[in-house]
Each structure stands twice: as C-alpha cells, then as structure tokens.
C-alpha cells in the first residue's frame, strides 16, 4: 500500500516464496550490431557469469546494463524474476516480439529493439511495478534534477548499473583480443556518441 512519502508494503502475491540472494534482470548485446538487445534474468552471483557461458558460442557478447532486484527493499523472488521476464516478454508494443530459435520455433531472449531503448524500458517496468529500494520508490512524481524520464535517479542507480566502456579502452581490448576492430564499430560508434559531452544519459554512471 502505498502513503505520500513513497513507501510501500511487500507485494502479497510473492510474499509467501522464498527470496533469492541474487537475483538480476539484464540487458546485453552482440557489439557487432546495436539494432537487438538480449533481455534475460539469472539467479547467479553476477550477470557477468551468464554472459561468460553465452560467450562460448558467440564472443561478441556483452552486457550493457543490469538491475540488481535482490537490493529492492523486500528483495526478490525465483516467481516475481520470471514473472517480470515474462512481462516483457508479452509486451510487444514496447519491445517488440521475441525473436525465435530458428531450429525450434521457441522464443528467444532477443528483441529487434536498441538497447539504449530496451533499458528505458526496463526502466519503467521496474519503476512502475512498485519495487522500492531503501523504502523510496523507484518512479518519481516530482520535477527535478532526480526526474528522469519519471525514474528516480537516486533510487534507481542504487539497483542498476550500466557498463559502458571509453571508446578507446574498447578499441584496445578488441585489438588485444586479435578482432578485426571494424567488427564491432557499431558498437564503437555508439560509445562515441554516449561519452560525447552533455550526453543525458551519462547521470547513469
């Protein structure tokens, strides 16, 4: 229930399942191509150790943000997890349809969407299911320097984290790695244009 100042109650549907100590939502990306985002959940200590198994079959995988739903103020369950995975897995007008595996027609964890657009997003699913952090609301009802596009930057960068890379150090990790760096210039182009001055959505690092 909610009050004036923000604060909420744990959410009795999953009040009764018992809580994980990680637990993750995350976004990440093929650097080759900016145009699909990978949108995923894991119960793993990091999002960088599901990542890393992904990265057996395809080593242009990397994650591009993460949302640490366990430091919500009540945590998070296995059920709420899949529950959300599965909102914005049906929500197509947001994100678009899940991209299928081609062998076996099931759904994938893809989305035909940018990932700067998948993350604002996720950000307001986040925000606007309620989950607090700290006891203060993730969705902000107020103008101001802490109003982001109706999140609240002080509560919301307590639980998410985005990995962006200088341009530089990203062209020197792929030229140490031995790639052909023009592979993964859609993804250079990108942070060039993030780390460009003013750019709004640095308030995340």
Not at 46 to 72: D, H, M, Q, V, W
Not at 149 to 173: E, F, H
Request: glycine share 8%; proline share 6%; charged share 25%.
């Amino acid at each position: 229930m909610n009050n004036e100042n923000g604060f909420r109650e744990v959410n009795p549907v999953y009040a009764g399942y018992p809580l994980k100590e990680y637990g993750w939502i995350y976004i990440a990306i093929d650097m080759r191509d900016m145009s699909f985002s990978k949108i995923g959940l894991t119960t793993k200590e990091t999002p960088s150790r599901r990542i890393a198994e992904g990265r057996t079959y395809n080593p242009f995988l990397t994650l591009f943000t993460t949302y640490e739903l366990a430091k919500c103020t009540f945590g998070i369950s296995r059920e709420e997890l899949s529950a959300i995975e599965g909102y914005i897995h049906n929500r197509g007008s947001a994100f678009g349809p899940p991209l299928k595996h081609l062998d076996s027609g099931r759904d994938s964890e893809w989305f035909q969407i940018r990932p700067d657009y998948a993350e604002s997003q996720v950000d307001w699913i986040i925000a606007k299911r309620g989950f607090t952090v700290d006891n203060e609301e993730l969705y902000e009802y107020y103008d101001g320097p802490n109003n982001r596009n109706g999140i609240s930057v002080r509560s919301m960068r307590k639980i998410k984290k985005i990995i962006r890379p200088t341009p530089i150090d990203m062209y020197n990790l792929a030229q140490a790695a031995g790639y052909d760096v023009g592979l993964i210039k859609p993804y250079l182009d990108y942070l060039e244009e993030f780390h460009a001055w003013c750019n709004p959505d640095q308030v995340w690092l």
